[in-house]
């Protein structure tokens, strides 16, 4: 998926606007002293939206910055694991294959067990009323996911 993104992006250069931060580049190639490109190496402007970008990084740190600075500071830090035995997991893999084959799956139940955990937090309330939140998912090295939640709460008045 990351490689379709990335040549759709490369291929796209004038309908993404790259032309217009040719003023960057030349600030880049002059500091840098850079005044010939690599025939080999074509560079590429990579859009905000590119996850996993820098720029999208920044992005979302910039959202998230906003958010603690409107509703203050975090109240809760909830790391979620994915646990490799869950049963969801374990039942839908062969013997011969561990979760970290399947990663395909092992994604999908993350990804259903986190909104469930998400809805517990802010719909039924197990924790109180929840002014914001943010969390990111990362996959550790042997593939398993895990995310990092911010809860900001109400403050009882």
């Given at each position: 998926?990351?490689?379709?993104?990335?040549?759709?992006?490369?291929?796209n250069?004038?309908?993404?606007?790259?032309?217009?931060?040719?003023?960057?580049?030349?600030?880049?190639?002059q500091?840098?002293?850079?005044?010939?490109?690599?025939?080999?190496?074509?560079?590429?402007?990579l859009?905000?939206?590119?996850?996993?970008?820098?720029?999208?990084?920044?992005?979302?740190?910039?959202?998230?910055?906003?958010?603690?600075?409107?509703?203050?500071?975090?109240?809760?830090?909830?790391t979620?694991?994915?646990?490799?035995?869950?049963?969801?997991?374990?039942?839908?893999?062969?013997?011969w294959?561990?979760?970290?084959?399947?990663?395909?799956?092992?994604?999908?139940?993350?990804?259903?067990?986190l909104?469930?955990?998400?809805?517990?937090?802010?719909?039924?309330?197990?924790f109180?009323?929840?002014?914001?939140?943010?969390?990111?998912?990362?996959?550790?090295?042997?593939?398993?996911?895990?995310?990092?939640?911010?809860?900001?709460?109400?403050?009882?008045?």
């Open positions: 998926m990351e490689a379709n993104n990335l040549r759709y992006t490369r291929e250069q004038r309908t993404l606007f790259a032309e217009a931060y040719q003023g960057l580049v030349d600030h880049i190639n500091q840098l002293h850079v005044d010939e490109i690599d025939p080999v190496d074509r560079r590429m402007i859009p905000s939206t590119f996850v996993g970008g820098p720029r999208y990084m920044k992005q979302c740190y910039h959202d998230a910055m906003a958010i603690v600075r409107k509703y203050g500071k975090p109240d809760l830090f909830i979620f694991t994915c646990n490799p035995k869950w049963p969801e997991i374990v039942d839908n893999i062969p013997n294959l561990k979760a970290n084959d399947r990663p395909d799956l092992v994604a999908r139940v993350f990804h259903a067990k909104k469930e955990l998400m809805r517990d937090i802010t719909v039924t309330k197990v109180g009323n929840v002014d914001a939140y943010v969390y990111t998912i990362e996959f550790q090295k042997r593939g398993l996911p895990h995310a990092h939640i911010l809860i900001i709460l109400q403050e009882d008045m």
